[in-house]
Nanobody, 127 residues
Framework: QVQLVESGGGLVQAGGSLRLSCAASERTFSRNFMGWFRQAPGKEREFAAA????????YYADSVKGRFTISRDNTKNTVYLQMNNLKPGDTAVYYC????????????????????WGQGTQVTVSS
């Protein structure tokens, strides 16, 4: 069974920090990219961050660059999203996802490229 399970969401004040975790089954975790996406109420899902299997390359949306850090621990089959200096605009359900085969440059930004998704974890940032 392919599984991605997110945790670490919650309620935090603006300027605070949260660390999201995504525990993956080993078969899922060996995929090409792991990514974090988010979806705010009434808005479309959007890309937040992605990391290659070797963790040698990371990618971020402009809206989170400099505040969020994606990392992974292949020994624990876990990918993390450290979120600092959170803003009310970061309020959303955050999803982790696994991408098996990249179709081309920029594939990591496209949710349609990802093969597996977690159930999501809620992040709420109060002002």
């Amino acid at each position: 069974q392919v599984q991605l399970v997110e945790s670490g969401g919650g309620l935090v004040q603006a300027g605070g920090s949260l660390r999201l975790s995504c525990a993956a089954s080993e078969r899922t975790f060996s995929r090409n990219f792991m990514g974090w996406f988010r979806q705010a109420p009434g808005k479309e899902r959007e890309f937040a961050a992605a990391i290659t299997w070797s963790a040698s390359l990371t990618y971020y949306a402009d809206s989170v660059k400099g505040r969020f850090t994606i990392s992974r621990d292949n020994t624990k089959n876990t990918v993390y999203l450290q979120m600092n200096n959170l803003k009310p605009g970061d309020t959303a359900v955050y999803y982790c996802a696994a991408l098996n085969r990249c179709s081309g440059y920029g594939c990591w930004r496209n949710g349609g490229e990802y093969d597996y998704w977690g159930q999501g974890t809620q992040v709420t940032v109060s002002s």
